[in-house]
């Protein structure tokens, strides 16, 4: 399902296309963003993205069973059934697994999170007003924010809550501003669309069994859109210069592009010509659904 929309009538000329994966990218490491969304270079699938994508399609496709046969057992089926059709779409990903072992190891870890789900919510008692919701709205500067969210619930209040699950562990407390960040970029993008708040926010962890919630006001929300623009402008800025600055993380050790970043001895391609229409395309990303654009 798809909802788009900007904030005036007459929508102003887009300037560019952000989403929160891509800007969390850029808060990152400019020079990843640059690697990714720029140059486009390709990256290895990640085992841990492409159970991530398994788990997601399994609790996306739980919600079209009726409400009492949303079990345990339903769920854990479903699992090598969405397995294969990823691998019947893309053949690359039996790749990641030099031996049987290594793959039953790898399903038995998605299993774990199947079932951990079901001690966070009762998915007999949910009906979602949508899921894997692909969304886009155009602020008045011109800059269009877009993004998949997992699930927006409504309450017969009218009341809605955004959740998006993860599989990984949830973050600490110092991490949990960046964590959110994601959600308030969704909550933001809502509220241009449909004119209301999102009442609560909600980020499911299944690699630890915990849930981290967060209701959202309309100052956390304007703040959110003054740092998705100065992101853009940063952006841009980078775009005019040349300049991709790499910023040194823990991070970096998961980083396929090593090889061509300074930090590590290496050296960047030169960057490509920016190409008309750049600014606006959209693909689905390997491992999960997203945005991927300038």
Same mark, same amino acid.
């Given at each position: 399902?798809?909802?788009?929309?900007?904030?005036?009538?007459?929508?102003?000329?887009?300037?560019?296309?952000?989403?929160?994966?891509?800007?969390?990218?850029?808060?990152?490491?400019?020079?990843?963003?640059?690697?990714?969304?720029?140059?486009?270079?390709?990256?290895?699938?990640?085992?841990?993205?492409? %159970?991530?994508?398994?788990?997601?399609?399994? $609790?996306?496709? /739980?919600?079209? #069973?009726?409400? &009492? *046969?949303?079990?345990?057992? +339903?769920?854990?089926?479903?699992?090598?059934?969405?397995?294969?059709?990823?691998?019947?779409?893309?053949?690359?990903?039996?790749?990641?697994?030099?031996?049987?072992?290594?793959?039953?190891?790898?399903?038995?870890?998605?299993?774990?999170?199947?079932?951990?789900?079901?001690?966070?919510?009762?998915?007999?008692?949910?009906?979602?007003?949508?899921?894997?919701?692909?969304?886009?709205?155009?602020?008045?500067?011109?800059?269009?924010?877009?993004?998949?969210?997992?699930?927006?619930?409504?309450?017969?209040?009218?009341?809605?809550?955004?959740?998006?699950?993860?599989?990984?562990?949830?973050?600490?407390?110092?991490?949990?501003?960046?964590?959110?960040?994601?959600?308030?970029?969704?909550?933001?993008?809502?509220? %241009?669309?449909?004119?209301?708040?999102?009442? $609560?926010?909600? /980020?499911?962890? #299944?690699?630890? &069994? *915990?849930?981290?919630?967060? +209701?959202?006001?309309?100052?956390?929300?304007?703040?959110?859109?003054?740092?998705?623009?100065?992101?853009?402008?940063?952006?841009?800025?980078?775009?005019?210069?040349?300049?991709?600055?790499?910023?040194?993380?823990?991070?970096?050790?998961?980083?396929?592009?090593?090889?061509?970043?300074?930090?590590?001895?290496?050296?960047?391609?030169?960057?490509?010509?920016?190409?008309?229409?750049?600014?606006?395309?959209?693909?689905?990303?390997?491992?999960?659904?997203?945005?991927?654009?300038?």
């Amino acid at each position: 399902m798809t909802y788009s929309a900007g904030m005036t009538t007459t929508e102003p000329e887009i300037i560019g296309a952000l989403s929160p994966s891509r800007a969390g990218d850029f808060m990152t490491c400019p020079l990843l963003y640059r690697f990714r969304v720029v140059d486009r270079l390709p990256e290895r699938p990640s085992p841990a993205a492409v %159970r991530g994508t398994v788990v997601h399609s399994v $609790l996306e496709h /739980l919600y079209d #069973l009726p409400a &009492g *046969e949303r079990t345990v057992a +339903a769920a854990l089926g479903m699992l090598e059934p969405q397995w294969l059709r990823l691998l019947e779409e893309e053949p690359e990903y039996g790749r990641m697994f030099s031996a049987d072992e290594e793959l039953a190891a790898w399903l038995a870890q998605a299993r774990s999170m199947v079932e951990r789900y079901f001690t966070l919510e009762d998915p007999t008692r949910l009906e979602p007003a949508e899921r894997e919701l692909y969304v886009e709205a155009v602020l008045g500067s011109g800059l269009m924010l877009r993004g998949y969210i997992d699930r927006v619930d409504v309450a017969p209040s009218g009341d809605v809550r955004v959740v998006d699950y993860k599989t990984g562990s949830a973050p600490g407390p110092e991490f949990e501003a960046k964590a959110l960040f994601q959600m308030k970029f969704y909550a933001l993008v809502l509220w %241009r669309l449909r004119g209301r708040i999102p009442r $609560l926010l909600q /980020l499911i962890y #299944l690699g630890n &069994g *915990e849930v981290l919630r967060y +209701a959202p006001d309309e100052a956390d929300l304007l703040a959110t859109e003054r740092k998705v623009q100065a992101l853009w402008q940063a952006i841009e800025r980078a775009l005019r210069t040349g300049e991709w600055r790499a910023r040194p993380s823990r991070l970096c050790g998961w980083c396929d592009h090593q090889a061509l970043c300074p930090e590590f001895g290496g050296t960047p391609p030169p960057v490509p010509e920016r190409r008309p229409g750049d600014t606006v395309r959209s693909t689905r990303a390997k491992g999960r659904a997203a945005s991927d654009e300038l």
